[in-house]
């Protein structure tokens, strides 16, 4: 199956987590059933992205990064690749290259949707439109003690509390991400059930993508 197969099947399918989730759905549906190449970078006004929020163990903190021309605190991710195969396969690739952390285990099922304009993806159209950025984010649980480092494509990257985030639009995908794993914020925990056991559904479900499997080489 191919990389645009791969995003129109699951989006389709998706089951998105409210109405504006679900118009953007039906959305990101349409570009890619009329444009075969919509997950390319040279798609424009728009293209798809993929993107992964990484959680540490506990599920208490979020690894950011300050995005070089952007010059903000975001999720990791970025383009898709010729070499990737499925959209999960993209936003894993590119968070452990900008985190430089091993061993990260992906939700292959979205978590949530954001369309932006992105100034500085190629500038804006001949006629004005600018360049927009579907995109599609993952969440990812780091393993135990992860070390991290800085890449090229960014400033700084660092952990930061999810009820202290530096960035307010990131709220609902920290919500969403954390709904996705049975927890609340601030607090984190839900009564019954604990933070470990959530997260430990996620890392040993059988249809996570990891970085050892499912991962095209660039």
């Given at each position: 199956?191919?990389?645009?197969?791969?995003?129109?099947?699951?989006?389709?399918?998706?089951?998105?987590?409210?109405?504006?989730?679900?118009?953007?759905?039906?959305?990101?549906?349409?570009?890619?059933?009329?444009?075969?190449?919509?997950?390319?970078?040279?798609?424009?006004?728009?293209?798809?992205?993929?993107?992964?929020?990484?959680?540490?163990?506990?599920?208490?903190?979020?690894?950011?990064?300050?995005?070089?021309?952007?010059?903000?605190?975001?999720?990791?991710?970025?383009?898709?690749?010729?070499?990737?195969?499925?959209?999960?396969?993209?936003?894993?690739?590119?968070?452990?290259?900008?985190?430089?952390?091993?061993?990260?285990?992906?939700?292959?099922?979205?978590?949530?949707?954001?369309?932006?304009?992105?100034?500085?993806?190629?500038?804006?159209?001949?006629?004005?439109?600018?360049?927009?950025?579907?995109?599609?984010?993952?969440?990812?649980?780091?393993?135990?003690?992860?070390?991290?480092?800085?890449?090229?494509?960014?400033?700084?990257?660092?952990?930061?509390?999810?009820?202290?985030?530096?960035?307010?639009?990131?709220?609902?995908?920290?919500?969403?991400?954390?709904?996705?794993?049975?927890?609340?914020?601030?607090?984190?925990?839900?009564p019954g059930q604990s933070t470990?056991?959530?997260?430990?559904?996620?890392?040993?479900?059988?249809?996570?993508?990891?970085?050892?499997?499912?991962?095209?080489?660039?």
């Amino acid at each position: 199956m191919s990389l645009h197969a791969d995003a129109l099947a699951l989006l389709a399918g998706w089951s998105a987590p409210g109405a504006e989730q679900e118009a953007l759905r039906e959305r990101y549906v349409t570009h890619l059933a009329a444009h075969p190449g919509g997950l390319d970078r040279s798609c424009r006004p728009d293209h798809v992205t993929a993107s992964t929020l990484v959680l540490d163990a506990t599920g208490e903190r979020a690894l950011l990064t300050l995005h070089a021309k952007a010059r903000q605190w975001f999720q990791l991710g970025g383009h898709c690749e010729p070499g990737d195969t499925t959209l999960a396969g993209a936003a894993l690739r590119e968070a452990t290259e900008e985190s430089g952390v091993a061993g990260l285990a992906v939700d292959p099922q979205p978590v949530h949707l954001s369309e932006h304009a992105v100034p500085f993806c190629g500038g804006p159209l001949p006629d004005g439109r600018p360049v927009h950025h579907l995109d599609v984010r993952f969440l990812a649980v780091a393993p135990a003690e992860a070390a991290y480092a800085v890449s090229e494509e960014s400033v700084d990257v660092r952990w930061w509390p999810v009820d202290a985030l530096p960035n307010p639009d990131l709220a609902e995908l920290v919500e969403l991400a954390l709904d996705r794993l049975g927890l609340d914020r601030p607090g984190l925990g839900r009564p019954g059930q604990s933070t470990s056991s959530s997260i430990s559904s996620l890392i040993d479900d059988g249809g996570s993508t990891r970085a050892a499997a499912d991962q095209p080489s660039r």
